[in-house]
């Protein structure tokens, strides 16, 4: 742009010089040159400084790797590339022979534990009406203990009738206590319980819920609205669940945010609000309206982690650009640009206005020379 600028006024001299007839002298040449330069000069500084400019922009899209819940070998993949999908559509298909078999494995294992559930409800009635026998029992010998005992000081009984009496009774006592124990036992095991629900139940019915959930992985759907490209994956193919090995990327359908890298000398001149102009080199001659949504508050050239060795003064040699988020504020679908377009963007501040103008010219026969320098 410096270079467009400095042409124009070497154009605007010859022009003056032509139309004014004014002799080419040792004083009217370095007049111009040096006049052009202080002009010029100043203007471009005012001008880059006040109004930042960027060849580095464009549009930045997020893209998420479609990575498998569960191994398998692929059966289809019903989606065709490029085309707009809808939450739920189906990117491809797992075999679920293996799915289906241990779905089928955990549902019978639920009804067992079911079954199991209410055999240990039973185990516990029957022990607690162990437990009222044998209270009956030892209340019984009790009795017929203490009847002898009673008998005996009359000398109705003897006394092995009446230590064989007193020997039941410590029978039965002991036996209520086992089966008192037994019936603890079985109340414990028949009122585990997790979230209401017996534990042994609640265990089968987790492995019910994995299996089914691996059975619902193996049909991979759109996370969200949007689309995926360069579509490889194939029938037979082996889907294994690495993070690392993606199968497919998925591009979701999101408002479309565009990013400029300006000089750090800019930074002064960039704030949320300030208007914007974009150009592209796909669409030479237009030049679209916008505005800055955000100046990202960390230069990544600068970032550091933990690790085991010390940062060197090669850390700050690193000269990096400050990232600004743009949007467009006019409708581009017209233009069927795709994802990851580049752009030059120019940003209008609110210090020296009346010099924007110069860089909006600019700005617009840049984009005219798209036309003819395609490329950089």
């Known amino acids: 742009m410096d270079i467009l ?7 605007l001299c010859i022009v003056v010089f032509k139309v004014f007839h004014i002799p080419l002298t040792k004083w009217t040449v370095p007049t111009a040159v040096l006049g052009g330069i202080g ?18 922009g464009g549009n930045v899209f997020v893209t998420t790797p479609i990575i498998p819940n569960v191994r398998g070998q692929v059966v289809d993949v019903p989606v065709k590339p490029n085309q707009l999908l809808k939450e739920g559509d189906v990117l491809f298909q797992l075999d679920t022979t293996l799915f289906d078999a241990r779905l089928l494995d955990a549902k019978a294992a639920l009804q067992s534990a079911k079954q199991s559930s209410l055999e240990l409800n039973a ?12 209270v009956a029992d030892r209340d019984r010998t009790k009795k017929e203990y203490a009847r002898y005992e009673a ?13 064989n009496r007193r020997q039941l009774y410590l029978a039965a006592e002991a036996t209520l206590k086992a089966v008192q124990s037994q019936e603890e036992k079985a109340r414990f095991a028949a009122q585990s319980e997790i979230d209401g629900q017996n534990t042994i139940v609640a265990q089968a019915q987790a492995q019910l819920d994995r ?24 029938p037979g193919m082996l889907a294994v ?3 690392l090995r993606p199968v497919m990327t998925f591009i979701p359908k999101e408002t479309e945010l565009f990013v400029g890298a300006f000089r750090q000398n800019s930074l002064l001149r960039l704030e949320p609000g300030f208007n914007a102009e974009f150009i592209f080199k796909a669409i030479p001659g237009r030049v679209f309206q916008g505005e800055i949504v955000e100046v990202l508050p960390a230069i990544g050239e600068s970032q550091v982690q933990a690790q085991g060795t010390l940062y060197g003064s090669q850390l700050l040699d690193k000269q990096g650009r400050a ?23 120019a940003v209008y501040s609110d210090s020296i206005e009346h ?22």
């Not at 600028?5 to 154009?11: Q, V």
């Not at 990232?323 to 377009?341: C, F, R």
């Open 323 to 345: 990232l600004v988020t743009l949007k467009i504020n006019e409708d581009m679908s017209q233009y069927s640009l795709p994802d990851g377009t580049n752009a030059e963007i």
């Open 151 to 163: 008998g005996a000081k009359k000398g109705a009984f003897t006394a092995a009738s009446v230590d």
């Open 355 to 376: 010099l924007a103008i110069m860089r909006k010219v600019l700005l617009r026969m840049k984009s005219w020379q798209n036309y003819l320098y395609l490329d950089h």
């Open 211 to 234: 299996a089914q959930f691996d059975l619902d992985s193996a049909t991979v759907r759109a996370p969200s609205d949007g689309y995926v490209t360069q579509v490889t994956l194939r």
């Open 241 to 243: 669940p690495m993070p």
């Open 123 to 134: 185990t516990y009635e029957t022990a607690k009406a162990n437990t009222i026998k044998a």
């Open 5 to 11: 600028l400095i042409m124009t006024y070497t154009a």
């Open 39 to 56: 002009l010029v000069g100043s203007l471009i500084l005012l001008m880059n400084y006040n109004h930042p400019y960027t060849q580095f």
